[in-house]
């Protein structure tokens, strides 16, 4: 199939279409409760997140015994190495899978170690604090690779082939990306042709950034089943072998950072996979990823984390150590500033982090709405807490780490840390689409009322009884917006000094509700077209779940370890004081804004009406195509696929 017709075969999807199969993938049941749908409704409901949840002394035990284990054979990385090498050396690999890294998250039972989500988690900050390249491999393997899947959604004899392997020797992956597809499923091109016989099916299509693929040696793909007698056809998962014939890796990718991140390009012709290597029904493979990715979204926080704290132990470090004007600069006020937020958005974030793993492990609340935020947001402030450590240092923090090593001075990797850290607000759903996936969740409640008041599509009589739903609705919820426990002196008064930022995230709670009723009620059915509005109101919520969730941490901390209380409430103050400032700011900018404007103007340049603008500079790209042409069909190039460890 040709580059041409092979665009054909996804149809040229419109934005219905598109939207329809995106929410067809979606859940849309809500079974167990959700402190952030709560919050988006204006109903701070604390008795889902406090007491703080902590994990079962079995679960300490195991996890702390094998972090032990894990810290021991993490000091012996050269991480630099691997920096320089663009590799992760064999036998880093080899020792992983000895301790069992493979298969932290696979049950004991198939012969993982069967570590719980706050464990797994915290193993991946550990391993990511080393080198991030080593945790996004053992991230992408067991997170959105192969184990995850199959053991949510394999079958007995599924779990049983595969878990095994992955727990011990084989490196998994997950193919969903093409390049001309990204997040928009419903253009997606990878076919698999079902056999005559149904015994197989025969895959084919090019799979891009594969992280893992270049060493996986099993993979998760997602393809489109044509629809046919006896095949309902749709996206469809399937486990495949690496080294099945007319497979074909055929570029290693490079990166400004995760330089040894194996993330490569894969073509597939005529790929015989059998049946029995689906993953749940036909047409099932987008709901699949989605719910892999409910609880997989963790661990790039984790990694987040284990920045964070790298970052606030060197600010602390160099301000004490660096002296300027006869003062170390952390005791100038800029720099002190930096310090604060540095180490006040790491406590955060390894709240935040905490808290939706602990769900997870409960499985009492539903999380997708926390595990988004979490990514979302662990992933943006991470970037600047990065960004922030580099300039505290200076021409030290732009200076990579083996220069300031030649010239005698500690080796600190704090340019590193940043490039390593910007993939996080791209990966797994970039910002920019978290916002989307979030806010969609957000107005659910107003969605599933009004529905067919703002379809275009529907008719008088879906109409009147979709008003008379909403006006029910409405009628009892608006009242709850009107007056809280955000209102009272005296309430969360068992939260001391941090009361009151509990009280300002009640009131916000419900602000942020009438917020998005209004502009329900001002934009109706072009109210998902309003996207810099909604991404701050996804925002708004994640600063409230940040604030409620370091509050709760710090109190269960003081109580937990009095010896860490006042600095636990320390940090959670001057976060929540920074927060507040932030979400104030949001708040502003939902009314005032230039999104009107951005919109017209960035009409106006991809119209060509500024290339003026351009004139005087040289383009430094190399000549090709923005996105390149696919042609399906046998691979032409070399197989640079490699077996690792």
């Known amino acids: 199939m040709t580059a041409v017709n092979r665009e054909t075969a996804a149809e040229h999807v419109d934005e219905r279409q598109a939207r329809a199969v995106a929410e067809a993938a979606r859940e849309t049941e809500w ?105 996004a491999l053992l991230s ?52 698999a042709t079902p056999t005559e016989d149904g015994s197989a099916y025969l895959l084919d299509g090019v799979k891009l950034w594969t992280t893992n693929g270049v060493v996986a040696d099993l993979l998760v793909v997602m393809a489109r089943v044509p629809e046919s007698d006896g095949h309902r056809g749709g996206i ?44 749940g029904e036909e047409g099932k493979g987008l709901k699949i990823a989605l719910s892999t990715l409910n609880t997989g979204r963790l661990s790039l926080p984790a990694m987040c984390v284990g920045a964070g704290k790298w970052c606030t132990k060197i600010a602390r470090e160099w301000s004490r150590e660096r002296v300027q004007w006869g003062r170390p600069v952390g005791k100038h006020e800029e720099v002190a500033k930096k310090v604060s937020f540095i180490s006040a958005t790491t406590y955060a974030m390894t709240a935040m982090l905490d808290l939706a793993s602990q769900f997870a492990d409960d499985e009492r609340n539903d999380i997708r709405i926390e595990a988004a935020i979490a990514k979302l947001w662990c992933s943006e402030m991470a970037s600047q807490v990065a960004d922030e450590l580099v300039q505290l240092r200076g021409g030290r923090g732009y200076e990579t780490a083996a220069s300031l090593a030649a010239r005698g001075e500690r080796g600190i990797p704090a340019e590193q840390t940043l490039r390593d850290l910007r993939i996080n607000r791209i990966f797994e759903g970039s910002t920019e689409i978290m916002h989307l996936l979030i806010a969609r969740e957000a107005v659910d409640a107003h969605l599933s009322v009004a529905g067919d008041i703002i379809d275009p599509e529907a008719d008088t009589q879906a109409k009147a009884r979709a008003f008379a739903k909403a006006s029910g609705f409405y009628a009892t919820w608006l009242p709850t917006l009107v007056v809280g426990e955000g209102q009272r002196p005296g309430s969360f008064g068992e939260f001391g000094p941090l ?28 109210m998902e077209t309003k996207q810099g509005f909604l991404s701050r109101v996804v925002d708004i919520g994640a600063e409230l779940f940040a604030m409620s969730a370091v509050v709760v941490r710090a109190h269960s901390d003081r109580e937990q370890a009095p010896e860490r209380g006042q600095s636990a409430y320390e940090l959670a103050d001057a976060f929540c004081r920074q927060s507040r400032l932030r979400i104030d700011a949001l708040f502003t900018a939902l009314w005032d804004n230039t999104d009107d404007i ?20 040289v383009d430094p790209s190399s000549p090709g195509p923005l996105i390149a042409q696919v042609d399906s069909g046998r691979s032409t190039k070399e197989d640079v696929h490699r077996k690792m460890g």
Not at 66 to 76: H, K, N, P, Q, V
Not at 248 to 277: D, I, K, Q, W
Not at 499 to 526: D, V
């Open 598 to 617: 951005d919109g017209k103007l960035s009409r106006r340049v991809m119209d060509d009406h500024y290339t003026w603008l351009e004139e005087g500079v």
């Open 499 to 526: 009361a009151g930022h509990l009280r300002y995230a009640e009131r916000a709670s419900r602000k942020l509700a009438r917020s998005t009723f209004y502009a329900m009620s001002r934009w109706q059915g072009k």
């Open 236 to 279: 469809s998962a399937f486990v495949v072998e690496g080294d099945s014939e007319g497979i074909t890796v055929e570029n290693r990718n490079t990166f400004m950072g995760l330089r040894g991140l194996e993330n490569g390009v894969t073509r597939f012709h005529r790929v015989r996979v059998p049946a029995e290597n689906r993953i």
């Open 31 to 135: 079974r167990k409760p959700s402190f952030g749908k709560e919050l988006y409704l204006g109903r701070l409901r604390l008795d889902l997140v406090h007491p703080y949840p902590r994990p079962a002394a079995e679960s300490v035990q195991e996890g702390e015994e094998f972090l032990a284990r894990l810290r021991d054979f993490c000091s012996t990385i050269d991480a630099q190495r691997i920096e320089r090498e663009d590799r992760i050396p064999d036998e880093v690999m080899r020792g992983l899978k000895e301790l069992g890294a493979l298969g932290m998250k696979i049950p004991r039972a198939y012969g993982g170690l069967g570590l719980s989500q706050l464990y797994y988690n915290r193993a991946l900050t550990l391993v990511g604090s080393a080198c991030p390249a080593i945790g």
């Open 140 to 191: 992408a393997h067991q997170s959105i690779g192969v184990p995850q899947p199959v053991r949510m959604f394999g079958t007995e004899e599924q779990k049983r082939a595969f878990l095994p392997r992955c727990a011990t020797t084989d490196i998994s992956a997950f193919l969903l990306t093409e390049p001309d597809v990204g997040s928009d499923p419903a253009r997606l091109h990878a076919t």
